[in-house]
């Protein structure tokens, strides 16, 4: 199985201030098609996970622009330029390249 | 946009079994795959299962006690669990795609306990 390992596990930021997270998997997520398979999500309180990134840089849909993740093979990142109030929750990574999918184990962003 | 909503959760005992149910809208079901993600109590994300086109796959935790299926002509993906543990109390989210799961139901909570 892939091990997703998201680093740091909590984050506590300024408004308006950047943040980054930062996930590592054990073993490249390129699939044989030549896409990479790898995700960004967040969990607001009280809320199913919402869709942020997919293939390691695309936003989703109604997603600001303030979100962008980067990366390649094994090493990703997601930046939020100025973090807002309602940025606040869980931030999970997941690789969707091969079965079982594996998420990592979350980051915590509190609002200072 | 695509619109999911689990039913089925419930208290049940440990060996007991239960079956989810997920009532998709929105998009054209019979074109995805359908996924469930579960979640533990302050606990991460976990995949459970997903069936596509080429067929049905399962995380080991749950393989030979769970099954997972579609009805295309209703629009809906069900997880059928049988001989349930503690350590399976979670809320169970219904989730569109195979690689992309881009749509989320609420989740519905399952809990097994005697």
């Known amino acids: 199985d892939i091990v997703m390992t998201q680093t740091p596990p909590s984050l506590s930021v300024t408004p308006g201030q950047p943040a980054s997270i930062s996930c590592k998997s054990s073993?490249?997520?390129?699939?044989?098609?030549?896409?990479?398979?790898f995700y960004w999500f967040l969990q607001k309180p009280g809320q199913p996970p919402q869709l942020l990134i997919y293939?390691?840089?695309n936003r989703f849909s109604g997603v600001p622009d303030r979100f962008s993740g980067s990366g390649s093979g094994t090493d990703f990142t997601l930046k939020i330029s100025r973090v807002e109030a309602e940025d606040v929750g869980v931030y999970y990574c997941?690789?969707?390249?091969?079965?079982?999918?594996?998420f990592g184990q979350g980051t915590r962003v509190a609002i200072k | 946009e695509a619109h999911l909503l689990e039913s089925g959760g419930g208290l049940v005992q440990p060996g007991g079994s239960l079956r989810l149910s997920c009532a998709a809208s929105?998009?054209?079901?019979?074109?995805?795959?359908m996924t469930w993600v579960r979640q533990a109590p302050g606990k991460g994300l976990e995949w459970v299962s997903t069936?596509?086109?080429?067929?049905?796959n399962y995380a080991d935790s749950v393989k030979g006690r769970f099954s997972i299926s579609r009805d295309n002509s209703r629009d809906t993906v069900d997880l059928q669990m049988n001989s349930l543990r503690a350590e399976d109390t979670g809320i169970y989210y219904c989730?569109?795609?195979?690689?992309?799961?881009?749509?989320w139901g609420p989740g519905a909570l399952v809990t097994v306990s005697s």
């Open positions: 293939e390691v840089s």
């Open positions: 073993q490249s997520l390129l699939h044989s098609d030549g896409k990479t398979y």
């Open positions: 997941l690789q969707s390249t091969q079965f079982p999918r594996t």
């Open positions: 069936i596509s086109g080429s067929g049905t």
């Open positions: 929105g998009f054209i079901f019979s074109d995805y795959a």
């Open positions: 989730v569109k795609g195979l690689y992309r799961l881009d749509y």
